[in-house]
């Protein structure tokens, strides 16, 4: 369904198990950006009523998955640390379209966050069925459900509103390119490290 390129080296999850309260910041400040994504694009395509109704409620959702990630953080005894820069995130900005209409930009926008959320959900599927630790286990497996339906939401604006743009072929440019940044991933404890 995601339709990702390259799969994570599923020796990623050993990095993860040694540093759980790192994982777990760095998924909170993730869930807090994805939220933060949202919002801006409601911003710049403010005269799409149903963009904006379902963008309002994933951005609430996002919002709950930091405060859900919070909770655990202060469960185990951890500290929420500083926020992280994402360079997977960066790295995958650059393939978007700026200079071009403001249509194609909105496009490129919701595939670049579709895309983040394909990878997101990966990244929980793995760790929902790697990970000993039975809470988190399932706590990603419901995350990993969720994310897919933020990556549909996603894909799902694009193609409506890019009826003019070969948005399937965007996608596939996208995913090209994000195989090879994702590449050089999967090497630290971070959700797109």
């Known amino acids: 369904m995601l339709h990702l390129k390259?799969?994570?080296?599923?020796?990623?999850?050993?990095i993860v198990k040694s540093n759980i309260e790192e994982i777990l910041t760095d998924h909170a400040w993730c869930e807090q950006k994805a939220a933060t994504n949202a919002i801006t694009i409601i911003t710049l395509n403010s005269e799409h009523t149903d963009l904006v109704t379902d963008l309002l409620e994933l951005a609430k959702e996002e919002l709950e998955h930091f405060q859900m990630v919070h909770e655990i953080i202060k469960k185990r005894g951890y500290k929420l640390g500083r926020e992280?820069?994402?360079?997977?995130?960066?790295?995958?900005?650059?393939?978007?379209?700026?200079?071009?209409n403001r249509l194609q930009c909105m496009v490129d926008r919701l595939l670049f966050s579709a895309m983040i959320e394909a990878r997101s959900c990966e990244r929980f599927k793995l760790l929902s069925k790697e990970i000993k630790d039975p809470e988190l286990s399932k706590f990603y497996n419901d995350l990993m459900i969720s994310e897919a339906g933020h990556y549909t939401t996603f894909i799902g604006f694009a193609r409506k509103y890019g009826k003019d743009i070969d948005v399937d072929k965007r996608w596939k440019e996208l995913v090209e390119f994000e195989s090879h940044?994702?590449?050089?991933?999967?090497?630290?404890?971070?959700?797109?490290?």
């Open 6 to 14: 390259l799969e994570t080296d599923p020796r990623w999850v050993n």
């Open 84 to 100: 992280r820069k994402d360079s997977y995130v960066n790295e995958l900005y650059k393939f978007m379209n700026k200079g071009g």
């Open 181 to 193: 940044v994702i590449k050089n991933y999967g090497k630290s404890e971070t959700i797109h490290g």
